[in-house]
């Protein structure tokens, strides 16, 4: 059985920066790629970024996003995170980290086994 559990989430303001985590256990992320999603209220679930188990990143190519976030993880601590800088108020959204042994279609959610429960983010402008 894979458990992942996100933590770090929050209300913070526009320009703050914000690290999630996910922490997972029952396997090692050494062979479980990694993803971050986000869902908004009234709005579709959209990928955030990716890592897959053998540390390959992938991090959604749109304006969004890009240069803004980024994913890492620890394999001692057998958690991924996920950096958020210069957070904007679009940002505002519930963040689920989701495990599988996908190595493509890293963006689509249905790819994904494994969910979190998600953590909160609030950006306020």
């Known amino acids: 059985q894979v458990q992942l559990v996100e933590s770090g989430g929050g209300l913070v303001q526009a320009g703050d920066s914000l690290r999630l985590s996910c922490a997972a256990a029952g396997r090692n992320i050494s062979i479980l790629s990694i993803g971050w999603f986000r869902q908004a209220p009234g709005k579709e679930r959209e990928f955030v970024a990716a890592?897959?188990?053998?540390?390959?990143?992938?991090?959604d190519s749109s304006d969004s996003v890009l240069g803004r976030f980024t994913i890492s993880r620890d394999i001692a601590k057998n958690t991924v995170y996920l950096q958020m800088n210069s957070l904007r108020a679009d940002d505002t959204s519930v963040y689920s980290c989701?495990?599988?042994?996908?190595?493509?279609?890293?963006?689509?959610?249905?790819?994904?086994?494994?969910w979190g429960q998600g953590t909160q983010v609030t950006v306020s402008s």
């Open positions: 989701a495990g599988g042994r996908l190595v493509v279609g890293l963006e689509s959610a249905r790819a994904y086994e494994y």
């Open positions: 890592i897959t188990w053998y540390g390959q990143v992938q991090t």
